[in-house]
């Protein structure tokens, strides 16, 4: 079976119909937009519909060891999937411990006393969304330090020597420090403690070293010693001995005890000389001596007390 064709037209060649680039009927005042601006707005709307993501932290930040007064910088480091410019804040979980400033993305802790926090770095972005990393901050306690030395000291039996032990001392923390002390041998010197003044009382003559010991509330100490010296000070005459006449081979006695005080308290034992044996002779029993007239003269007996 066939079929008639008009013209020249050939039924194996496809048909193909053309479109206007612009259309038969333009609106008055309508202008075309190019293509490659319309791919723009089209991305720029696709951008506007992405949905925000919160800022994500880089990684862990590492502990942070900074002493009293000093500090130590630690770089926030976040990503934003969005591109968005971001703000920084940090805080401390314990001012009193050490504090936290931040600028751009450096963050400083400054120690304020011994102890242990934690600092969070909080990322926001314009959205209002945000993104935390946290690191603890240990500010270790140091111990107290000596400082100068204490000069040793001369007492006399029943007298004082007092020492300010804070001027010896240094805490490198800024902590009040409490104050202990001992003495080596407690029959020369005992020792009282009250705040930061020690006393040292002479008990008897000898020597003995006075130990002071500084601690602070952390438990760490510092010690500090110096010699305290008691000395061993002679007997001294009390009142005039009055002049004594014995007649020949009748003895007199005289009780010297009084006679003599001695400044640090200690026993005394006496001894007598005559100057002349001849005219008299004498023996002693404890503080009482014996003068026995051996023949007529003068002579002068001399009372030691030792």
Known sequence: MSAALKGSERSDRPMIRSFPSRPRNPVAG?????????????????????????????????????????????????????????????????PAVATASISGASITVTGIAPGNTTVTVTASDPDGLQGQSSFAVMVPNRAPQPRGTIPNVTVRVGANAT??????????????????????????????????????TAEGKGGATITITANDPGGLSATQSFRLTVPNRPPAPVGTLQPLTVEAGQPATLDVAASFIDPDGDPLTYTAASSIPAVARTSVQGSVVTITAQGPGTTTVTFTAI
């Open 30 to 94: 309508a202008r075309r937009v190019p293509w490659c601006v319309s791919t723009l707005l089209i991305a720029l709307w696709a951008a506007a519909c992405e949905s925000p993501v919160a800022p994500a932290a880089c990684g862990p930040l590492p502990q942070v060891t900074v002493n009293v007064g000093e500090t130590s910088s630690v770089a926030a480091c976040f990503n934003d999937a969005n591109g968005d410019m971001l703000s920084y804040t940090a805080a401390s979980s314990n």
């Open 163 to 200: 020492v300010d032990a804070a001027q010896y001392f240094s805490e490198p923390d800024g902590e009040a420090l409490t104050y202990a002390a001992s003495a080596s041998d407690g029959a020369v010197a005992s020792v009282t403690v009250a705040g930061s003044t020690v006393t040292g």
